[in-house]
């Protein structure tokens, strides 16, 4: 760990932003007893997040926005499981010609902020930030900038507390 405290002393926001603000590469982490969610910078820039208690699996979130049918993902679930090989479900939904690129870009981009609105209303746990880590094997990463997301994130917070 090269960085490190409590979410009660300092908010995901401010956490954030130091990380931004400092332009550091690597993977920073918010642990709460319920879930942990880990984040992925490159010089600074938000590039990857994921969450063990995620809403929605892409599949499903796909379904969800009209994106693919419920045929379809059943489908490539189906041959993933025949096939007994674990290949990621957005080059299958590719390869099969019911997703274009740019589509599952999309939706991964927006699981991506969906975490980042989650975890700024976290108000306990602590945060951890390993220099230099980086996501393995995703080739899909996020292209917003990170203040654009947190103001987003703050002002949903705001609205539901209304």
Known sequence: MDFGGDLSVLEPSLVFQVVNMAGITGELKFVTPENVASFYFKTGELIYATIDTRKKKLGEFL???GWIT?????T??????????????????????????????????????????????????????????????????????LDYLILEGLKRIDEADE
């Open 76 to 145: 490539v679930l189906s041959e993933s499981l025949t096939a007994k090989r674990c290949g990621r479900i957005g080059h299958s939904l590719i390869a099969h010609s019911y997703l274009d690129y740019e589509t599952l870009v999309a939706a991964v981009s927006e699981q991506i902020k969906e975490v980042v609105y989650e975890v700024l209303a976290w108000k306990r746990g602590q945060f951890l930030l390993m220099k230099g880590v980086l996501p393995k094997d995703e080739d899909i990463l996020l292209d917003v900038k």
């Open 63 to 65: 379904v969800e926005k």
């Open 70 to 74: 419920r045929g379809q993902l059943e």
